[in-house]
């Protein structure tokens, strides 16, 4: 049977890595697809409390968020702070704030604007009432405490 | 006669793509949000008259500042009172304590027996956000049972079963009745 043998090297030929970019490229706009840019640095600790009646937040686009907790850096103490955007801020500064938010957003999106609110789990009700009272005031009715998934007994 | 030119080696192309998606994966998160959204009432006016409510159609749940709860002027614990809104708000037409009903009818549902009955939550400016968390979610959920309890009576299915029309249906037969009291010291006794 030798006449079937073939002659010559016997090596295994070398694997093309020319599609290895394609591929990479692909994983890339995945990537791009899925996930949103992250958009603040977060200035307070936001250990939020669980809740099992929750709902998801839809286009994230239409949410703004308000971060309450107390500051990461220790120097600042431990009493809840608000952070707005990038920056710490004072009740007095969100209803320019939402109306910034509402500015940025198309006209017929405005409506479903939501404010998320991510706040510590051992914050004082206090500064939350009183965002509360702020959004009130300046007509964004819409809220989403946001929470994790769990037995909210445990909190 | 023209010039060859050489051919670009694009061996170093996948690390090009390998940088630029190493960039994308540290850049963006992929976490999804979860929560409770609720809907804030408009400002009250200064000259608002009270609306009067009957006694028996409220439940009072009371949060004070070391996060103990009172329901109806009793002390309570946070287990219980998803028991207890539920049961307040299960209309009981013949109990003379319970709050008043009344039957509408809806679309698709029919007519239906209504609870008058209102929750009204009322929390301290020191209560922890962990625990008013906990009684907003503990005062879904029971609506939520509400909720199930009638499509299943209904429409013989799971809530999340049902059609966007039927969910509708469902929501206006069964109204989430729970109103924060303006915002006021408790204080710490109790």
């Known amino acids: ?155 | 006669m023209a010039r060859k030119v050489p051919e670009i080696n694009s061996s170093s192309q996948a690390d090009i793509a390998f940088l630029l998606l190493c960039f994308f994966l540290m850049t963006t998160s992929m976490d999804v949000d979860y929560g409770i959204t609720r809907r804030l009432p408009p400002p009250v006016e200064q000259n608002d008259e009270d609306v009067k409510v009957k006694e028996r159609n409220v439940m009072n749940v009371k949060v004070n500042k070391s996060d103990k709860l009172l329901v109806n002027g009793r002390p309570s614990d946070i287990t219980l009172l998803k028991d207890e809104a539920k049961r307040f708000m299960t209309p009981r037409p013949n109990d003379e304590t319970a709050p008043e009903v009344e039957t509408k009818h809806f679309d698709l549902v029919g007519d239906v027996l209504m609870s008058k009955g209102v929750i009204s939550l009322q929390n301290d400016r020191g209560t922890s956000y962990a625990m008013y968390i906990s009684v907003q979610n503990e005062l879904a959920r029971a609506f939520n049972e509400l909720k199930e309890e009638m499509a299943w009576q209904k429409f013989h299915k799971h809530l999340d079963q049902l059609s966007e029309e039927q969910t509708k249906a469902i929501n206006e037969a069964v109204p989430v009745r729970v109103s924060e009291a303006e915002p006021v010291e408790i204080g710490a006794s109790n």
């Open chain 1, 1 to 155: 049977m030798g006449k079937f043998r073939k002659e010559g090297k016997k090596e295994v030929p070398q694997v093309s890595t020319s599609s290895l970019p394609d591929i990479v490229y692909m994983l890339i706009f995945f990537f791009m697809i899925t996930t949103s840019m992250r958009d603040v640095e977060l200035k307070v600790k936001t250990a939020m409390p669980k809740a099992t009646e929750i709902q998801k937040l839809e286009r994230k686009a239409l949410v703004s968020s308000i971060y309450i907790g107390p500051p990461r850096d220790a120097k600042l103490g431990t009493e809840s702070r608000i952070q707005l955007d990038d920056a710490f801020a004072r009740t007095s500064d969100i209803p320019d704030w939402i109306l910034k938010e509402r500015e940025s957003r198309s006209e017929a999106d405005r409506p479903f604007l939501t404010t998320a609110l991510k706040v510590h789990k051992e914050t004082r009700m206090g500064i939350v009432t009183d965002v509360k009272q702020e959004l009130r005031k300046v007509g964004a009715f819409r809220i989403n405490y946001t929470t994790l998934k769990g037995s909210a007994l445990e909190n």
